[in-house]
């Protein structure tokens, strides 16, 4: 606000052009390592400032005096807050949460531009790979949470379909009845309650678990910043299993390792899991690697590598897994699956 010789009065230039400051100049310290934490912080901050002032992003609680929303006139800065942000947690070598913001910029069809300097600044920090696509006969059964797909220590993609678990040989794409047997593709019990996936209020909040018990469903909050407006994809979303065992599950929301215990009453940050996870999970056969997908690109997390694969040809992919030593990665489509062999 402004004094003026009539009184106070907005300087109608504000927040918006504030906000159009701090996105690059966020961006610009996200790639020092000495200032990328700070400037994580902030930008996070200036997000939910956001949410707080401008009518164009979500649900903002504070007005001018007649009670009518402040607007920021665009969006834009959302997205460069977003990038400071993405850029940051690379410099932290963070990818896989990078990778998570691009993947919801690239459903989102925001700001190309934008997205592919996000792309360039991730490829830099993990070289990409074209990749082939074979799509499979064998039809999977359908799942939550766990897969239905699984490599074995030997290479191969073990498919759980109607008729029992086919076999597929990545170099060939040779499908046979295999003797595998079968795991449960909907192991996704936390003691008595099932896990429906991740989500976002897209209020600026933070994310959520959805859990379901017997007959009530309830939502469990963790500690990643939630999205808004633009920059927001609202529902339930399917969440890549990372391991389970007889004290519950991990998963990954927006990138991070979450453990759920088994009696479902919270979710908490953990470690990324390192040991063997079993059949259904995200990760290779001996715990190494992990795949993490956006709507057509992979994320291969490494012990002591990150992959992007990109697809010859496009593919929905709505959730993958890694064979030991990155050498194949099979995904989920909206109906059936497809192989990767580099």
Request: charge should be neutral.
């Amino acid at each position: 606000f402004l004094a003026r010789p009539a009184g106070m009065s907005r300087d109608t230039q504000e927040p918006a052009q504030s906000f159009r400051n701090l996105g690059p100049w966020y961006a610009a310290q996200a790639t020092k390592r000495e200032s990328a934490e700070q400037a994580l912080l902030q930008a996070r901050q200036a997000r939910r400032l956001q949410v707080m002032l401008c009518s164009e992003l979500g649900a903002p609680v504070i007005t001018l005096g007649d009670g009518s929303p402040i607007s920021c006139g665009e969006t834009q800065a959302a997205d460069d807050l977003r990038f400071a942000e993405a850029r940051a947690l690379i410099t932290q070598g963070n990818l896989a949460a990078a990778f998570s913001i691009a993947a919801t910029q690239r459903e989102l069809k925001t700001r190309p531009r934008r997205l592919a300097d996000l792309d360039a600044a991730i490829e830099a920090a993990a070289p990409s790979k074209k990749v082939n696509g074979k799509p499979l006969k064998v039809m999977p059964v359908a799942s939550r949470v766990a897969l239905p797909i699984a490599f074995d220590d030997k290479g191969m993609l073990q498919v759980i379909s109607e008729e029992g678990v086919v076999q597929v040989d990545p170099a060939t794409g040779a499908e046979n009845p295999s003797q595998t047997p079968r795991w449960n593709p909907l192991a996704e019990l936390v003691g008595d309650m099932k896990v429906l996936g991740g989500g976002d209020d897209c209020k600026g909040g933070f994310q959520w678990v959805q859990l379901q018990g017997s007959g009530e469903v309830q939502k469990l909050a963790t500690t990643i910043p939630g999205n808004f407006g633009v920059t927001c994809i609202s529902g339930t979303r399917l969440l890549p299993l990372l391991d389970r065992n007889s004290d519950g599950l991990t998963v990954a929301l927006q990138g991070e390792p979450i453990f759920i215990p088994k009696e479902g009453d919270r979710a908490q940050g953990t470690a990324w899991p390192a040991t063997p996870g079993g059949l259904g999970t995200a990760r290779s056969p001996d715990g190494r690697w992990t795949a993490l997908n956006s709507v057509d690109h992979l994320l291969l997390r490494g012990p002591d590598r990150n992959e992007v694969w990109k697809p010859t040809t496009r593919f929905y992919l709505t959730a993958c897994t890694v064979a030991n030593e990155a050498k194949a990665a099979a995904c989920l489509l909206e109906r059936g699956a497809v192989i990767f062999t580099p």
